[in-house]
């Protein structure tokens, strides 16, 4: 069984769209984050969620919004999309609160903005 | 300014060979350091994490790898690579009492037959 999931795997959509990613746990772990890796491959956190309570919430542009409808998922929601939104993003989930809990990442979804 | 390094961009080695990926931080305090490894197509894996104690750490893989404090070093060893083990590699850093994981820009490994 995939411990963390994401779907969908890829994503193309035209600029302005709103879209939605979403993401599952089956490990029963009470944070779960959002990453993005750009085409140079850098990776950055952007939210993480305790328990579907927010903890961390890095400078991203409001148009990005994590939802939590239970400690299991972690969806993201981005409206009005823009060519710079396209990347890898990354689910990733962890037993404790601390970052340094090890984290267990998601696949992974392409998403492109044309 | 506060940073993550990973000074080799790609690596080739043959399958094999010893390996040794590099990690440079530039925080005041000694971080939280792990790395972590990015088959194709796939996400992030722990290979290891250090916090504290014994500068060399053993991890998953076959991996190790050693605290430098003196060189704000953390850099990843394997003695003989194994086909499978080309991938990207990345160093994380958490800052003591900071709840951000701050990565570096990775390091491809190709490994040749």
């Known amino acids: 069984d995939t411990a963390v999931s994401q779907t969908p795997k890829y994503l193309v959509t035209q600029m302005g769209n709103d879209k939605s990613i979403k993401c599952e746990q089956n490990l029963g772990h009470d944070t779960m984050y959002w990453y993005k890796q750009d085409s140079k491959k850098f990776l950055k956190i952007m939210f993480s969620y305790n328990n579907k309570e927010l903890i961390i919430n890095e400078t991203v542009p409001n148009r990005f919004s994590p939802k939590s409808p239970d400690k299991a998922h972690l969806n993201l929601h981005i409206n009005s999309l823009e060519l710079g939104d396209s990347a890898v993003y990354f689910c990733?989930?962890?037993?404790?609160?601390?970052?340094?809990?090890?984290?267990?990442f998601g696949p992974g979804t392409r998403l492109t903005v044309l | 300014a506060q940073s993550v390094t990973q000074p080799d961009i790609h690596i080739t080695v043959s399958e094999g060979a010893s390996l040794e990926l590099r990690c440079n931080y530039s925080y005041g305090a000694t971080p939280y350091l792990f790395w972590y490894v990015q088959s194709p197509g796939q996400g992030l894996q722990l290979l290891l994490k250090?916090?504290?104690?014994?500068?060399l750490v053993q991890g998953i893989k076959g991996f190790e790898a050693e605290f430098k404090r003196s060189q704000s070093s953390f850099n990843l060893r394997k003695p003989s690579v194994h086909w499978s083990d080309a991938a990207e590699y990345f160093c994380?850093?958490?800052?003591?009492?900071?709840?951000?994981?701050?990565f570096g820009a990775g390091t491809r490994l190709t490994v040749k037959p």
């Open positions: 250090y916090f504290s104690g014994d500068t």
């Open positions: 994380a850093v958490v800052l003591y009492n900071n709840n951000d994981m701050r």
């Open positions: 990733a989930s962890s037993l404790g609160l601390a970052v340094t809990d090890t984290q267990y």
